[in-house]
C-alpha cells in the first residue's frame, strides 16, 4: 500500500485557499481605512494650532474651535482647559501641517528625526 503525499489537486486548493484569505485581509483593511477618510470630512472646524509634549504623557494643545483659540492641558487621567484666548496669540496654519497623516507620513516624519 503506498500513501500518497500532499501534492496535486490538495496542494493547489490549499494555496487557493490561504490567497484567498490574504486577499479578503487586505481588502477589509483597504475599505476600513478608507472608511476613516470619509467620516473625517469636517476638519475645518476645530485645528489643532499647535502642541508641546511635556513628559512622557502629558501635552499642552492649542486648538482653535471658530476664531477661538483654547489651550488645553492632557494627562493620561484627564483633559482641561487652561486658558481661553479672546485674541488668538498664535496664527492658525495648515491643520495638516504638524499632524502626520497615516503610515507612510509618520515614517517619513520619523526618518527626518533621525537623520537630524
Same mark, same amino acid.
Request: no cysteine.
Given at each position: 500500500m503506498t500513501v500518497n503525499p500532499a501534492g496535486g489537486p490538495e496542494l493547489v486548493s490549499m494555496v487557493a485557499s490561504l490567497l484567498l484569505v490574504v486577499g479578503a485581509i487586505i481588502a477589509f483593511g483597504w475599505l476600513f481605512s478608507r472608511s476613516k477618510m470619509i467620516g473625517s470630512g469636517n476638519s475645518d472646524a476645530i485645528q489643532i494650532v499647535a502642541s508641546r509634549a511635556l513628559g512622557a504623557k502629558e501635552r499642552l494643545v492649542l486648538v482653535e474651535v471658530g476664531k477661538t483659540q483654547v489651550l488645553i492641558g492632557m494627562t493620561p487621567a484627564s483633559? /482641561?482647559?487652561?486658558?481661553? *484666548? =479672546?485674541? +488668538?496669540?498664535?496664527?492658525?496654519? =495648515? +491643520?495638516?501641517? @504638524?499632524? +502626520? /497623516? @497615516? *503610515?507612510?507620513?509618520?515614517?517619513?516624519t520619523a526618518l527626518k528625526e533621525i537623520r537630524r
Open positions: 483633559v /482641561q482647559s487652561l486658558h481661553v *484666548f =479672546d485674541t +488668538p496669540p498664535v496664527e492658525a496654519r =495648515d +491643520p495638516n501641517a @504638524g499632524i +502626520p /497623516q @497615516g *503610515f507612510a507620513n509618520r515614517l517619513r
